[in-house]
């Protein structure tokens, strides 16, 4: 097994682990263990999140597939592509497929809540696939709550549609976007200056992908951050 290393961070390490054997399919490991004391507490609490969500959409086109969870460590598929930001998707058909896939997701009671990151989308040979989803949240019914965030993961991917596509926006895509959720107004408005404040000016961290958080070169084919 080859091992690596893709990004390290307060919440872990993830890698990507090569398997020796031809027949293997290389898979991602998200390692909590790693984490720095203070932070693992979230870090477990964020892998369980990921793991139940996955498990939820196990076999959804798209979606990287749960291998296992401990606790601890989470694996689950390596999917091959490029990040959007790299892609940078000008086909219509992406979109729709995108559309559809968010559809059969919210379907499943699961809502991503991290898709306004264009790391998070990935154009590959399939069509769209998402990862992250440590931030997702799984329920057994689809409530207020539920709605609203399921508005905000379509808002979120219209925007970069906006980005790539500006034109092939309809009438109702640009009400949604015009249209925030209460709990995106209330974040806006309250959660999210703390936040900035608690990741950037106490912990001195960024809640992105930057340059040098990867640590060899990849295969062409799988660019990505996961």
């Known amino acids: 097994m080859t091992q690596r290393l893709l990004k390290r961070d307060l919440f872990g390490t993830v890698t990507l682990e090569l398997p020796t054997d031809r027949d293997a399919r290389p898979f991602v490991r998200r390692d909590t263990r790693t984490a720095r004391w203070w932070t693992r507490p979230l870090a477990v609490s ?14 959804l086109p798209g979606i990287p597939r749960l291998h296992r969870f401990d606790g601890r460590v989470l694996e689950r598929d390596w999917l091959p592509g490029e ?13 729709r497929a995108a559309m559809r896939m968010l559809r059969r997701l919210h379907t499943q009671r ?40 399921a508005h ?9 549609k906006r980005t790539y596509l500006p034109d092939n926006l309809t009438n109702r895509e640009r009400r949604i976007l015009a249209t925030r959720s209460w709990p995106a107004r209330i974040w806006m ?24 958080t990867v640590s060899c070169k990849l295969p062409a084919t799988a660019t990505q951050l996961h």
Request: net charge positive; aromatic share 8%.
């Open 46 to 59: 964020l892998a369980r999140r990921e793991a139940r969500a996955l498990a939820r959409l196990d076999q």
């Open 152 to 160: 905000d993961d379509l808002r979120h991917l219209l925007k970069h």
């Open 83 to 95: 990040p959007m930001q790299t892609a940078r998707p000008h086909d219509s058909a992406y979109f």
């Open 189 to 212: 408005a309250t959660g999210k200056r703390l936040y900035i404040f608690i990741t950037r000016r106490l912990l001195h961290w960024a809640d992105r992908e930057v340059p040098g």
């Open 110 to 149: 699961v809502v991503h809540n991290d898709l306004a990151k264009e790391p998070n989308w990935l154009v590959t040979p399939q069509g769209p696939a998402l990862v992250d989803f440590q931030l997702a949240m799984t329920v057994r019914r689809r409530g207020r709550l539920f709605r609203a965030l």
